[in-house]
């Protein structure tokens, strides 16, 4: 995917690399939602595909696609800025690529594994070779290994590129939080044998690797992001951009504690994790606002005869904006009327959480990072204004329209559940398959998969655009560079 795109018109080799990273993150982004429609119709026809593509490897291959595809647009977008920023080339390009291919074929691997050996003993030998059963990051122990030193060799390219050349405030807060991303990611790495230690450590992984590091390196490419689009002020953004350093680490350990009542921890964490969960996704939205009320006193002063900045990149805007919204949307509104610990003892493991999960993901990750991809082809075919063609416009409404869609949908499901599963039946065994066939679940379900097709077919306008506008706006600026001369 991407491959029509030119990199000639970048002068970094880290550049370049980074749209080999985005190549294989819109690939992966691609087998995500393959793979959740396959889940999503088993849901509704458990026999489909029985004992030749169970429901528990498609839902595996569809969350680790997920997570895979985004930290490999992450690790593009940062070998992306990394020259804007510094200034200079990435120190250890050569090793930066190695990294690439030994990262890709070591995923590529751990698929087909995913995919056609989900058989054998649970011991030790199935823990290295083909599953550490550890929901979520289910990669076997060799593959978990090769990501941490692709990661290390990942944070040595920034970091000493950052030593070396300027240090912004944005590359100042991607440095320390890359480091907190790989060091977090070794909390799922190791074993004890009390499970309630166990999943305390695990969530460290699932919850704070994601709320806390995930949400500041976003932060730092939407600062990127309008800055070279709208030509936002810097001391603005990265203004902002500390203040979600204090609140996300701050309130993200703390916002944990809304899992911790499951695994026998004080009833205190309760409030605590409640509280501090729903503060995330503030400071992002306030950095959007700002710079955009400033971006608007420009423009009327404009209007006056003075200096504006017109948006360069309509496209990566739109993603970001959707991007600034969506994450308090899903993160934050979805994720807080639901785990409140009252609220959480009814709606814990239903498909809230899931509806949750679907529209935090992609409002606070995929649109940031898709946004990038743009900037990317801007930067590759070095168009000074990329404009929205019909099929930006087509993958925009209608990926966000069935994201939406199957948000509210697992939503109702889940109310269901609430309602009869947890408060009728009392939750127990016979309860849950009792909920799974009502009516209201069963038609929830079926509009989450009818939402998730037209997800899918956004998604396709997506692969199309990427291939396509770059050659179009590039051709539109030569249309206009001949008829001025």
């Not at 203040?243 to 350990?253: A, K, N, Q, R, Y």
């Not at 909920?435 to 396709?460: C, D, I, K, N, S």
């Amino acid at each position: 995917m991407l491959a029509s795109i030119k990199s000639n018109e970048f002068k970094y080799e880290s550049q370049k690399l980074a749209m080999n990273y985005f190549r294989v993150a819109i690939v992966l982004f691609g087998a995500q939602l393959l793979m959740g429609l396959i889940a999503a119709i088993q849901f509704l026809y458990p026999s489909f595909l029985f004992e030749v593509f169970d429901f528990n490897v498609a839902r595996m291959v569809h969350i680790n696609a997920l997570v895979v595809w985004m930290l490999y647009a992450m690790i593009g977008s940062v070998y992306m800025l990394l020259p804007d920023e510094t200034g200079i080339e990435a120190v250890g390009i050569k090793l930066g690529k190695l990294a690439f291919w030994v990262l890709t074929a070591a995923v590529a691997v751990v698929v087909l594994v995913y995919i056609f050996v989900q058989v054998g003993p649970g011991n030790e030998a199935t823990i290295w070779l083909i599953n550490e059963g550890r929901e979520y990051i289910e990669a076997p122990r060799w593959a978990d290994i090769g990501i941490v030193v692709v990661v290390l060799v990942f944070y040595y390219n920034v970091f000493a590129t950052y030593t070396k050349g300027n240090r912004t405030g944005i590359m100042t807060v991607l440095v320390a939080d890359l480091f907190a991303l790989a060091g977090l990611y070794l909390c799922g790495m190791f074993f004890t044998d009390n499970i309630s230690m166990d999943q305390y450590w695990w969530w460290w992984v699932i919850h704070l690797w994601v709320e806390a590091t995930w949400e500041v390196f976003v932060g730092s490419l939407a600062a990127y992001g309008l800055i070279k689009i709208l030509g936002a002020k810097r001391e603005i953004v990265e203004m902002w951009l500390w203040i979600e350093v204090l609140m996300l680490f701050g309130s993200g350990i703390l916002g944990l504690g809304h899992h911790y009542f499951w695994i026998g921890t004080p009833e205190y964490w309760w409030e605590i994790g409640a509280l501090f969960s729903a503060l995330e996704p503030v400071p992002l939205v306030a950095m959007f606002v700002h710079v955009l009320y400033d971006w608007g006193k420009e423009q009327g002063h404009a209007e006056a005869g003075q200096q504006g900045h017109a948006v360069n990149n309509t496209p990566a805007m739109a993603w970001i904006a959707i991007n600034a919204f969506g994450n308090f949307l899903g993160a934050g509104i979805w994720g807080f009327f639901h785990t409140l610990p009252q609220v959480n003892i009814y709606t814990h493991g239903t498909q809230f959480t899931a509806a949750h999960g679907h529209l935090a993901f992609f409002g606070a990750y995929a649109t940031i990072l898709i946004g990038m991809m743009y900037l990317g082809v801007q930067g590759a075919y070095g168009i000074k204004k990329m404009t929205m063609t019909f099929k930006t416009k087509m993958a925009i409404g209608l990926i966000v329209f069935g994201v939406l869609g199957m948000t509210v949908s697992l939503t109702v499901a889940g109310y269901e559940q609430v309602l009869v599963e947890r408060a009728d039946l009392g939750g127990g065994w016979d309860a849950y398959f009792i909920a799974q066939e009502l009516p209201w679940y069963l038609q929830a379900q079926g509009w989450r998969l009818t939402m998730g097709l037209v997800t899918f077919t956004g998604f396709l306008f997506l692969v199309a655009d990427l291939l396509t506008i770059g050659k179009t706006e590039a051709a539109k600026e030569e249309e206009v560079q001949a008829a001025a001369a």
